[in-house]
């Protein structure tokens, strides 16, 4: 998706703001599922809180926005725009981030009733609805090789059900562990839809996409997605539990606010890089970085919290790194064709080349 920004900006200029939101939302990817887990095990049972935490770092987005004007004001003085958010647009990043808090609460379920590396495993699947959305939605061609990522991925999570009793946390019935392992693949699904309706809102903007908009468009999203779980904390009343939660915590008081912030800021830079990511690379390409982090946070599970790696998992993962890796090495072959298509229409027929 070829967008373009308000300076005009370089390749390479591009290219590293691309690689900083893949670093981002690598981190984020990874780091998010782990402590929010660790919230959950110490003594965190306020499903309402977890999901709020997700995205209730979005003041950090106020910091580089800060920084961005106050750029513009040095070099275009009093000329420079405050914001480059639309009305439209502003709709549409608040929907957005509604239905983001919908799937944040469904996903902090899942996570409170399923280890870090089926949770991950599950959410890997991603990659199969933003495939399928980014086709209704932003016309994303199909090629042999996303569909036999989609069916690996697929099969994968079908690997996972077949072992599900024998990956069920102590203390924890079948039922609560199904409604877990249904509700994380229904996180999984929202959000890959969301993914390609954030390119779809790029492509539709009708004007100049910079940084800086994407950064407003990310708080927009956080605040109403946050103001969706703040509701949910009011009308469950799950607020008033919050300081005995912290009391009882059993890694102490302090420890419980170093978790709380730490969630809030791993998340948010979840969503500044898949943004980012949406924004100069594609949905898609989120979604295979989420999917390709997958080993990751799954071996980072087990090493953790010592979760059981059953064979059923080592399945599940081999099936999903081979669906990347063929996803991966065929958007390159499709990427490679375009490039020397446009090459070939470029090249004058009149042209000789050197002997």
């Known amino acids: 998706m070829e967008i373009t920004s308000q300076a005009d900006p370089s390749r390479k200029k591009r290219r590293l703001l691309l690689i900083f939101n893949c670093i981002i939302l690598g981190i984020g990817n990874c780091g998010g599922p782990l402590i929010t887990r660790l919230y959950f095990l110490d003594g965190g049972k306020s499903v309402w809180f977890s999901s709020w935490m997700e995205t209730g770092g979005w003041p950090m987005n106020l910091i580089p926005l800060l920084l961005t004007y106050i750029q513009r004001r040095r070099s275009e003085g009093s000329n420079a725009k405050l914001l480059f958010i639309t009305p439209r647009i502003f709709m549409k990043a608040a929907i ?17 009733k399923l280890p870090v590396s089926t949770t991950v495993l599950l959410i890997a699947t991603q990659l199969a609805f933003t495939a399928g959305f980014a086709r209704l939605l932003v016309n994303q061609k199909f090629t042999a090789a996303s569909v036999n990522a ?3 991925l697929t099969i994968g999570a ?24 249904v509700l994380t693949l229904t996180a999984a699904c929202l959000y ?3 993914l390609p309706w954030i390119e779809l809102t790029y492509r539709t903007a009708k004007q100049a996409i910079t ?3 994407v950064l407003e468009m990310q708080l927009v999203m956080c605040f109403f997605s946050t103001s969706f779980c703040s509701f949910g904390l009011l009308v469950s009343k799950d607020f008033k539990t919050i300081p005995d939660e912290a009391k009882a915590f059993s890694m102490g008081v302090g420890k419980y606010i170093a978790v709380c912030i730490g969630s809030a800021v791993l998340w948010q830079l979840f969503f500044m890089g898949v943004v980012g990511v949406s924004c100069f690379g594609s949905s898609l390409m989120s979604g295979i970085i989420i999917s390709a982090l997958t080993p990751v946070t799954e071996v980072l599970g087990v090493l953790f919290y010592h979760e059981k790696f059953r064979g059923e998992k080592a399945l599940s993962l081999v099936l999903a790194l081979w669906g990347f890796v ?10 490679k064709e375009s490039k020397d298509h446009e090459e070939s229409q470029d090249l004058n027929p009149s042209q000789t080349l050197p002997i």
Request: contains cysteine.
């Open 96 to 112: 957005i981030g509604v239905l983001t808090g919908v799937d944040d609460y469904v996903y902090a379920y899942g996570l409170s």
């Open 158 to 181: 079908g690997c996972l059900a077949i072992g599900a009793s024998g990956d069920r946390p102590p203390g924890e019935t079948e039922k609560e562990y199904i409604l877990g392992f």
């Open 326 to 335: 063929s996803y991966f090495y065929g958007e390159m072959q499709t990427s």
């Open 211 to 213: 940084y800086t908009l």
């Open 150 to 152: 989609i069916v690996l």
């Open 192 to 194: 890959g839809f969301v």
